[in-house]
């Protein structure tokens, strides 16, 4: 009989989370404060959710190093216009654009399970995915 302990079966610990050093101005506390303003934190022309089809969302990505075009991803089939968050994520603005113009449910729960995701884009919320053709705004998308 060995005196060495059993091997273990436990998983290696998960790798930390990349943060980066967020702006003065850009903290969660910077967050809340804007999202109480009355600052239109959606940037849409419409007052409340909308159906949005992927292919509407796919064509709101942004411009590469540039954050003058929107931002629009969604989570658990909620669309969002993150153009504003961007600059207050702790991960970077290159963690959210990996999900720029898509879903982004898989990635989300991987990183951020217990984050109240509806809580925190509450102001930022445009509309509900739904399939293609169904959107608001699919006839004005030209099929090239």
């Known amino acids: ?17 990349h943060k980066v050093a ?58 969002y216009n993150v153009t504003r968050y961007l600059p207050f994520h702790p991960g970077g603005e290159k963690e959210v654009l990996r999900v720029a113009g898509r879903d982004g449910t898989d990635l989300f729960m991987k990183t951020h399970a217990w984050v109240n995701l509806d809580y925190m884009l509450d102001e930022c919320l445009i509309g509900f995915l739904v399939p293609n053709g169904r959107g608001v705004q699919d006839a004005l998308i030209d099929d090239d």
């Open 22 to 79: 967020l702006q003065p101005g850009y903290g969660p506390l910077d967050w809340a404060k804007l999202k109480s303003s009355q600052e239109d934190l959606r940037q849409v022309e419409w007052q409340h959710p909308v159906p949005i089809s992927p292919k509407m969302m796919s064509l709101h990505r942004g411009k590469a190093n540039s954050v003058d075009d929107e931002i629009w991803c969604s989570f658990n089939g909620k669309v």
């Open 1 to 17: 009989m060995s005196l060495m302990p059993p091997p273990s079966t436990t998983k290696s610990a998960p790798k930390p989370a």
